[in-house]
């Protein structure tokens, strides 16, 4: 470990930030006075490390700065081998803490937090704290400790300074690895069993056999294929045969006996039959034309509308229309009662509305003057704080500005709503002139049919029509005088229309109302707040004029909060006078929900039946039009018109009763004709169409085998029986086909004898096949072939399984054989190490060295006059023996302990490159000057390896002899440290000089 920068602050006697620079300097001197905080420099290097002190027993807390903000910070960048490291650590009296390890070469940090900081550094290192504060850094009163300590603890300090403490580490990951790669090469020999010991010999051999198994299979099934070709021709032959023999024994049977004398007597009874269907033939032809003039009456009727469905239909249409329209006076009637308790509940919720707004309109009133009193508290309390908050006072009047905003914003919704309201109130007058202009007309209808009622006074069923002369039906009832309730009805909507135009005149005055004073008023608000806003800004800036801020604050604020107070109460007052008004409103407005819902009840009941009632006059009028146009209501609704046209329509419904008989009539004649027609069929098909088809199924049975043997003997077949034949025709051909079959009979015989001897010579040419194969019938052949072909088969697997196998098993035995050796020397290394004579040995080896080392430099520090024996005792070459280190003086244990250390360093960085540097702190005093330059060259000439030496020390002579020399002063401020520049150092030496000249 080489230092490179180290950087500080808050630490010790270091309030200020301190960076010190090591790089390219290897042998330094750190001097200062006692108490300047030289050794505080070694304190940082141990906490940037370890987050430890110096020194045993001391607390991270002890290092922290009393003078400065409670917070220590160490950035420490050193060299360990050949890469970069830098430490962060910092802590803080308030509990804050940063730990944190940074490869500097590689730009990443490595760790964060104090132990897994701590844990990296030990192992870049190699040196955990008590190891680093014995080899590395000396502090005061602790440089003899490694010459002195027991043996025990020395050899373990040796083991790790010398890097004998990874020898462990070596035996077990020797071990380690032994145990994987013997666990590996078990496997590779336990899958080397499962492949063939000699794949190769085992591929040529198998490669043989198969080639004579292909040859004698080839042969085999030669032999087998021509038997099997012989044996198939005589097969075939002996099939031809049997297929002649069968086909003439098929012709034979299939010919049938007297077919030309039953063709004779179907041909007889077939024209009796005939005869007689024509006769029914006829009758049935006269009732189809009957049939269908009475079907053509009713399609008639159906077409006019007047047929059987729609006739029916508009009798129940008419039936249930006169027995519908009587109740509707009476929901009419109904309705008109329920519509006037609606709009005595409007009237009511009307008047309980206005006197809500009433009362809300004195609680904004009472709310205005409240917040008049406060925007007049505010600018007091505004000016009681001038000296202090005078910009918060322009805010909250800009506050109250931005609120007088919202105000009229709010009453501008206001007089909105009033309009839509007086809209609203526009649409129902205009609703209610259409009311009366509908009621008129109904009026006027009404007084119409009076003029009809008048006109039919006195007259009675069957007196003639005073209108249009016809004669009127029995069940004519003259019309009742209607006039009276069109009247009453347009009444109603007249007083409906005044109620309206009242109502909206009212809504547009309140509506203009509240635009012309309320707007008004909130204007004035909002141009108050507005001057309100100028004078709080003008206060602003005459806050920051020509004030005696010196003055006491009583004196400047005895008049502002006079008018506090007073402000204050005249607020409490308003809003005392605002918290009544609005209570009353609350109370007020409470109700209105009650009435608007019995209200909206009230209304939603007299919709719903208005609704209903309308439902059915449409329900009805949709009936009526439904009613097909023969028997349809000319006058809609009118009671006389729907009676007079359902006794038109029950007549017309008599009248296509009796139309309907008649021709159920006929039909059933028909269907007797029908059935006398069926009988005559089923005798066609009894006596004649079966016994022809028995005989069609006989001669087309024939007619096939003819047409196989024919196929058979390659001869010219006879002609199939046509589709369409008659029974006449089909006699001839059936006379036709049985001399045909004649021919083919004798043409079968002739053919099956040749069959017979083609097939004799077929078995002597497969018998021969077999004998030349030495086989003694088929069953031995197939014996023989499959035998060459298992042969052939067990060849090809061995053949394919050995060349499988063959670079798996190839492969293994390379793995085998290089693991082997490795695995050997594994064991043999972890058995060594774990001998504990070797490893005694090898740290007795390496302390020897390091005493032989140590002896030389001691040689030479000592003039001659002591070196170290085996044991760590000390040799006084004065008398020749060895003595105890605890009788050595203490100049003299500086000088062994000087030695040990410098040997100790040397031989470290030979063995691992640990230890790069050596820190002493004090301990030169005790020599005298010679002893003490002797100690120094030693020094220097350790610092020419490269390696970093720094003495840390009071003693002003020591600038002279080493490179560099770092200079820490105690100041008001706390310590500081700085490289000495060369006319400083000079300064230094010269300083020194002369005080020992004075001296």
Not at 120 to 137: H, K, P
Not at 329 to 348: C, I
Not at 482 to 499: H, S, W
Request: charged share 30%; proline share 2%; net charge negative.
């Amino acid at each position: 470990m080489k230092p490179l920068e180290l950087t500080f602050t808050g630490l010790r006697s270091y309030v200020e930030p301190q960076t010190v620079d090591f790089t390219g300097k290897t042998f330094i001197a750190i001097l200062g006075d006692t108490g300047s905080g030289k050794s505080t420099l070694l304190d940082a290097m141990c906490y940037g490390l370890y987050n430890r002190c110096s020194w045993y027993g001391g607390s991270v807390s002890d290092l922290i700065a009393h003078s400065g903000d409670g917070t220590l910070s160490v950035a420490f960048t050193f060299q360990a081998s050949t890469t970069v490291w830098r430490v962060e650590r910092s802590t803080s009296a308030r509990g804050a803490a940063l730990h944190r390890l940074t490869d500097v070469d590689a730009g990443t940090v490595v760790a964060t937090g104090a132990g897994a900081v701590t844990t990296q550094v030990r192992r870049i290192i190699g040196l955990d704290y008590d190891t680093f504060l014995r080899s590395v850094i000396l502090p005061q009163g602790r440089f003899q400790e490694l010459l002195r300590m027991r043996d025990r603890d020395r050899s373990t300090i040796l083991k790790s300074l010398l890097g004998l403490d990874q020898l462990s580490a070596v035996r077990e990951h020797a071990l380690t690895l032994h145990t994987r790669l013997a666990r590996r090469l078990g496997q590779y020999r336990e899958r080397r069993v499962e492949f063939m010991r000699d794949p190769v010999a085992t591929i040529r051999e198998a490669t043989e056999r198969q080639r004579a198994a292909q040859e004698r299979l080839g042969l085999l099934q030669a032999a087998q294929h021509a038997v099997a070709k012989a044996a198939e021709a005589a097969s075939a032959a002996r099939a031809r045969h049997a297929a002649l023999d069968k086909a003439r024994a098929r012709l034979v049977d299939a010919t049938p006996a007297d077919a030309a004398a039953k063709y004779q007597a179907l041909l007889a009874l077939a024209g009796d039959i005939a005869s007689r269907r024509e006769q029914v033939d006829r009758e049935r032809h006269a009732l189809d034309r009957q049939t269908q003039r009475l079907q053509a009456e009713l399609d008639q009727a159906d077409a006019e509308g007047t047929g059987v469905e729609k006739t029916a239909s508009a009798v129940s249409t008419l039936i249930h229309l006169a027995e519908q329209v009587p109740q509707l006076d009476t929901q009419a009637e109904r309705l008109e009662k329920e519509e006037r308790e609606v709009r005595v509940g409007k009237t009511v919720l009307d008047n309980r509305r206005n006197d809500v707004a009433n009362r809300k309109e004195k609680v904004a009133l009472a709310k205005r003057a409240a917040d008049e009193a406060t925007g007049r508290v505010t600018l007091a309390e505004a000016a009681h704080r001038v000296a202090a908050g005078a910009l918060a006072a322009f805010r909250q009047a800009t506050d109250a500005a931005q609120h007088a905003e919202e105000q009229l914003t709010a009453y501008r919704d206001e007089v909105a709503k009033l309009k839509a309201h007086a809209a609203d109130a526009s649409a129902e007058a205009r609703e209610a002139e259409r009311a009366v202009e509908a009621a008129e007309a109904e009026d006027a209808r009404a007084r119409r049919l009076n003029a009809t009622a008048i006109a039919a006074d006195g007259c009675g069923p069957g007196d003639a029509c005073p209108v249009c002369q016809r004669e009127l039906p029995e069940d004519f009832t003259a019309p009742s005088d209607a006039t009276k309730a069109g009247a009453t009805a347009l009444r109603a909507a007249q007083k409906a229309a005044r109620r309206a135009t009242t109502e909206e005149a009212a809504a547009t005055e309140r509506a203009k109302i509240a635009e012309n004073k309320t707007l008004a008023d909130a204007l004035n608000e909002v141009k108050a707040a507005a001057t309100n806003l100028d004078q709080v800004t003008a206060d602003v800036r005459a806050v920051f004029g020509d004030v005696d801020l010196d003055a006491p604050d009583e004196q400047l604020l005895h008049h502002h909060a006079a008018a506090v107070q007073s402000a204050a109460a005249d607020r409490e007052a308003a809003e005392a006078t605002h918290g009544e008004a609005h209570d009353d409103y609350t109370r007020a407005d409470s109700q209105v929900p009650v009435l608007e819902e019995e209200q909206a009840r009230r209304q939603a009941a007299h919709e719903e039946a208005q609704a209903d009632h309308e439902a059915t006059v449409v329900r009805l009028n949709r009936a009526a039009r439904g009613v097909p146009r023969a028997f349809r209501p000319a006058h809609g609704l009118l009671l006389a018109d729907i009676t007079h046209q359902r006794d038109r329509a029950q007549q017309r419904q008599d009248e296509l009763k009796q139309l309907c008989d008649r021709l159920n009539d006929v039909r059933s004649r028909v269907a007797e004709l029908h059935t006398a027609s069926g009988l005559l069929d089923t005798e066609v098909n009894t006596h004649v169409t079966r016994p022809a088809a028995d005989l069609r199924r006989q001669l087309d049975t024939l007619a096939d085998r003819v047409a196989d043997a024919g196929a058979l003997l390659d001869a010219t077949g006879h002609a199939l029986r046509p589709s369409e034949i008659s029974l006449a025709d089909e006699a001839a051909w059936a006379t036709s086909l049985i001399k045909h079959t004649v021919v083919l009979v004798a043409a079968c015989r002739e053919q099956a004898e040749a069959a017979r001897v083609a097939a004799d010579a077929a078995g002597q040419a497969a018998e021969q096949a077999r004998r030349d194969c030495q086989a003694d019938d088929d069953d031995h052949l197939e014996r023989l072939v499959r035998v060459a072909s298992t042969a052939e088969h067990n060849a090809g697997r061995d053949l394919r399984r050995a060349t499988a196998h063959q670079p798996l098993a190839a492969e293994l035995d390379r793995r085998i054989q290089a693991a082997e050796p490795t695995v050997t020397a594994l064991g043999d290394l972890a058995a060594l190490l774990t001998d504990g004579k070797f490893v005694a040995n090898a740290v007795r080896q390496r302390q020897l060295a390091l005493l032989g080392a140590a002896s030389k430099t001691l040689l030479t520090i000592s003039g001659g006059k002591f070196g170290f024996a085996e044991n760590f005792r000390i040799i006084d070459t004065g008398i020749g023996q060895a003595r105890d280190v605890k009788t050595l003086s203490g100049g003299e244990t500086f000088q062994a302990s000087l030695a040990l250390a410098l040997a100790v360093v040397e031989l470290a960085s030979r063995a691992s490159g640990r230890v790069d540097s050596l820190f002493l702190d004090e301990g030169f005093g005790s020599l005298d000057s010679g002893v003490l330059q002797d100690a120094l060259n030693a020094l220097a000439a350790h610092s020419t390896a490269g390696r970093l030496v720094t003495i840390i020390s009071h003693m002003r002579s020591i600038a002279e002899i080493t490179d560099h020399v770092l200079v820490v002063e105690r100041t008001f401020a706390g310590s500081r440290a700085h490289w000495a520049s060369p006319e400083e150092r000079e300064q230094i030496i010269n300083d020194d000089l002369n005080r020992g000249l004075l001296s």
